[in-house]
């Protein structure tokens, strides 16, 4: 059963454009939501987080979305620049109070063209 | 470096050997993931350690799958047997809260 659903699977944007990653959950017990950024032959690296308490969180051109109610959130890339191709993976946990394991998404290839 | 450190980098090994990966976590953090990637995939979970408790396993690692983190430091990973399906990328993660932080990974490729 797939917990985190993500789409697209993969996504072309010109430079300058936006990026819009969607991600949507199941289960109402996650409260922590954190978006990972892998490069080939790298691990995933932490980009940005956010908890169900706000609806919003802007770090530089990254931003993201939260709607509680659908269970739904996704990741706006601003101004993408090649830099920034990669493949994304958004993810939830239940672990904001104590531990648990991060479920991740099945991903989304980005590749920002020139 | 003070971050998560995976070795070996690469791993080929013939089906039925056995290999043993490392995983050095970042300084203090009590808590250590092992992950699994395939191709076009997202990590899926397979164990976690608090200090050098085994506290959750997956389904996913079979009874060939061990894991030990002896002190609470550095962990290691031991697949018996290797099958062809073991191939994959190996990572691993700590963290002291919800922020996890994965090291690069040791890709292991059984011929």
């Known amino acids: 059963q797939q917990q985190v659903k993500q789409s697209p699977q993969s996504l072309i944007v010109q430079k300058g454009g936006i990026s819009i990653i969607n991600c949507a959950y199941e289960?109402?017990?996650?409260?922590?939501f954190p978006w990972y950024q892998q490069f080939p032959g790298k691990g995933p690296a932490l980009l940005i987080a956010?908890?169900?308490?706000?609806s919003e969180k802007k770090e530089g051109r990254f931003t993201i979305s939260f709607n509680k109610s659908a269970k739904q959130f996704s990741l706006h890339i601003m101004d993408s620049q090649p830099g920034d191709s990669a493949t994304y993976f958004c993810a939830a946990s239940k672990g904001r109070t104590s531990y648990d394991k991060v479920i991740f998404g099945p991903g989304t290839s980005l590749s920002v063209i020139p | 470096d003070t971050g998560v450190s995976q070795n070996p980098r690469h791993k080929i090994t013939k089906r039925g050997q056995n290999v043993t990966f490392r995983c050095d976590p970042i300084?203090?953090?009590?808590?250590l993931y092992w992950y699994r990637q395939t191709l076009g995939q997202g990590p899926e979970f397979l164990t976690y350690f608090q200090n050098e408790a085994q506290l959750e396993k997956s389904r996913l690692l079979s009874d060939r799958f061990s894991a030990e983190r002896p002190k609470g430091s550095f962990s290691t990973l031991e697949i018996q047997r290797t099958e062809q399906g073991d191939s994959a990328m190996y990572l691993c993660a700590s963290s002291v809260d919800t922020e996890a932080f994965f090291g690069q990974g040791t890709r292991l490729t059984v011929v």
């Open positions: 300084s203090e953090h009590n808590r």
């Open positions: 289960n109402t017990a996650f409260d922590y």
């Open positions: 956010i908890r169900p308490d706000v």
